[in-house]
């Protein structure tokens, strides 16, 4: 089957799903010279960083944290265009407000100096431990993460890299083969403060309990680098990459789900949109690897193969409109579970709901009063960690888990949380499946809870079919926005180097 190019076209390129692995790709792919076009199944980009109104409040639908603004701007560097023109942000005082069941609250500030102090007022620990553990993330991130955000780890070539080596010498057995929660357990003296560090596994869908001490880097990110607010929330992150997708000439294809991509023995060759066929040179899946297999390739056994990899967490989330304001909540809250443990058991193990959840609240109008929700009225994105969907009762876990939250909050904040919702929607792996094609609802794809994890991810190319490539949160690097853009430049650089043009094109 020919694609359809002479040899003065623009080579093309399709992008199958506008999340904002997608949305990336997109871009650096027109950066690099290729007529792309982007299909999406919905009516609208972003994939799970969507957006809706209702009753006046506004809700981020989807992740609510943001670290790392480099990534953006480095899409916004490569395509010549000013981020100011797209995209504005600043940098959170508090990453995140704490709230413990014995009534201890804890503020994390974004300077390290003042968290530690904060942890050694309210935790009992010493500041040189807390600044001590910060360094080693800093300092595991800068040699390991790096190369595991920058790097395809399935490329033979990579290992041959100085910056391996010293990978390799950076990596301790703790890092490896001890939990995440051994380690910080080791590190501090008060099991409030590993909770509050443990809970980083959760920001790529894992347990604590089972996964390596080497994700203790994660809290890098917001207590060295920093988080930070995106002006006008999380939807401003996907406005502006799809700004900056059309600015750089991509073509979008909305309400357009792909059927099939189309092979021609070993090469993709393009992709067929209903009864339609879209002809290209390279076709990248943002799509879960597991329904690409499954429903475009048409390859129920590599589909399987990929569920021999644990699933990462799903969430429950309500969008609650409140007509009050609480000024001791903040952009970011969490209302810890109090037995940790027993949660994550619960979750991966039982594959159930635990009756104490960890209660995460992100209140976008603390950022923006009066733009977010009506005047003294603020909009409650409020989540809990769910197992990914393997047919529980939904509906009765929905009822159960609202009138856990609904308790737990009320008790903790000393108000009558359930006479104050005046809006609400809600969604669970079930819905956020259907929505965003994740297979059994899982945020992140398969979870980190093995030593092995980051390998057994799947890669960001096809190593049977020529000019088929993957991106997103269930290939590597993972899920979340950082990893989701670091796996855009990672399948960006693999497409450059393996599909070279030819000489006389």
Not at 42 to 56: R, S, T, V
Not at 462 to 471: Q, T
Request: glycine content about 8%; proline content about 4%; aromatic content about 12%.
């Amino acid at each position: 089957m020919s694609n359809g190019n002479t040899m003065n076209d623009p080579r093309k390129a399709i992008v199958i799903g506008a999340g904002v692995a997608g949305l990336a790709t997109s871009i650096r792919l027109a950066c690099q010279g290729y007529q792309v076009q982007v299909f999406e199944k919905n009516p609208f980009p972003g994939g799970k960083l969507h957006h809706f109104e209702q009753d006046g409040f506004h809700f981020d639908a989807g992740p609510s944290l943001f670290t790392r603004p480099q990534l953006i701007e480095e899409l916004f560097t490569l395509a010549g265009e000013p981020i100011e023109e797209y995209f504005s942000y600043e940098r959170l005082p508090v990453s995140c407000h704490y709230f413990y069941e014995d009534g201890t609250r804890l503020n994390a500030f974004a300077d390290r100096q003042l968290l530690a102090r904060e942890l050694a007022e309210k935790h009992g620990e010493k500041e040189e431990t807390v600044i001590d553990y910060l360094n080693n993330a800093a300092g595991l991130f800068d040699k390991v993460g790096n190369i595991f955000l920058e790097y395809s780890l399935h490329d033979g070539s990579v290992f041959r890299e100085a910056s391996v080596s010293s990978a390799i010498r950076a990596t301790r057995w703790q890092h490896l083969f001890g939990s995440m929660h051994r380690l910080n357990a080791n590190a501090f003296n008060n099991p409030k403060t590993t909770q509050l560090f443990d809970r980083y596994a959760t920001y790529n869908g894992s347990n604590p309990y089972q996964a390596p001490g080497m994700l203790s880097m994660i809290s890098h990110l917001e207590h060295n680098e920093g988080s930070f607010y995106p002006k006008g929330g999380m939807i401003s992150i996907t406005r502006a990459l799809h700004q900056l997708a059309c600015k750089k000439g991509v073509q979008f294809h909305f309400n357009t789900p792909i059927t099939r991509i189309q092979l021609d023995g070993r090469t993709a060759r393009g992709v067929w949109a209903s009864d339609q066929f879209f002809a290209a040179d390279v076709v990248v899946s943002n799509v879960d690897v597991y329904f690409t297999y499954l429903r475009l390739l048409q390859q129920p056994e590599q589909a399987e193969k990929i569920l021999k990899q644990e699933r990462s967490s799903s969430a429950m989330i309500f969008y609650w409109g409140i007509r009050n304001s609480f000024p001791q909540l903040s952009l970011h809250n969490i209302f810890f579970s109090n037995d940790y443990e027993k949660e994550f058991d619960h979750l991966f193990r039982l594959k159930t709901l635990f009756e104490d959840p960890t209660v995460y609240i992100n209140i976008t109008s603390k950022c923006e009063p009066g733009k977010q929700a009506p005047a003294g009225m603020e909009n409650w994105f409020v989540m809990i960690n769910v197992p990914a969907n393997i047919g529980q009762n939904w509906q009765r876990y929905r009822q159960d888990s609202r009138q856990r939250i609904v308790n737990k909050l009320s008790r903790l904040l000393g108000t009558d949380v359930e006479a104050l919702i005046i809006s609400e929607s809600v969604a669970d792996p079930v819905s956020i499946e259907s929505l965003t094609d994740s297979y059994q609802g899982s945020l992140y794809g398969t979870s980190s809870n093995s030593q092995l994890a980051a390998f057994l991810r799947h890669a960001n190319f096809s190593k049977r079919i020529k000019g088929l490539y993957f991106v997103g949160g269930s290939v590597h690097p993972g899920g979340g926005i950082p990893l989701c853009l670091s796996s855009a430049a990672i399948t960006a650089g693999v497409i450059a180097r393996k599909e070279k043009k030819p000489d006389n094109a």
